[in-house]
């Protein structure tokens, strides 16, 4: 990753929730890569970019206020082989990030080819509307019902019809009504 500011943030926090190692190099960096960097979650190289960095790196991001520097990281990291995503620049980037909702493992991603960022952010924002923080529990609930049903059901189209049942929005709001009940939100 090259560049620390707020764009880079996000990008940074996308790649530590895939799991990736990531490496970030800028002079400067926002208050939370500082704090990753602290907890060991990244490394941070508080300097400039160099050509070195990008030695045995696969995939690279370059989130910077310089257009000639952009060139220069997409020029290398395609000369190395790594992919390359110069964040707004479509013309630079080997793939693009889509905008993601994460509700624990369900994660809905949006993407418009780089065509459009402001969209998919704007999609990003409402799909976070409608599936709420909720939606995290009840798939938990609904992995533990799978289990369970794969464990004592050898039928696999009744298994399957269960499994859809367990996944209906009828299914879901039954889930929170019982939900509200037991954390004592219910409505009067």
Partial sequence: MVGAGEIGE????????????VHVVAP???????????????????????????????LVVAATSSGKLHKRISRLAR????????VDVPELCDFYYPAVV?????????STGGESPALAQRLRKKLEQEYGPEY???????GKSRRKLSAISRDL??????????????????FLRKRSVVCGKKKR
């Fill in 136 to 142: 995290e529990a009840w798939l938990r609930q609904l």
């Fill in 102 to 110: 994460r509700r624990g493992a369900l994660q809905i991603a949006v």
């Fill in 28 to 58: 400067k960096a926002t208050k939370q890569v500082k704090k990753w960097a602290r907890e060991g979650r990244l490394r941070w190289l508080h300097r400039e970019f160099r050509d070195s960095d990008l030695v045995e790196c696969l």
């Fill in 79 to 86: 000369r190395r082989g790594a992919l390359c995503n110069v």
């Fill in 157 to 174: 189209s009744e298994r399957k019809t269960k499994l859809h049942a367990l996944a209906s929005e009828e299914s879901f709001q039954t």
């Fill in 10 to 21: 996000v990008k940074i926090a996308g790649l530590l929730a895939a799991g990736a190692d």
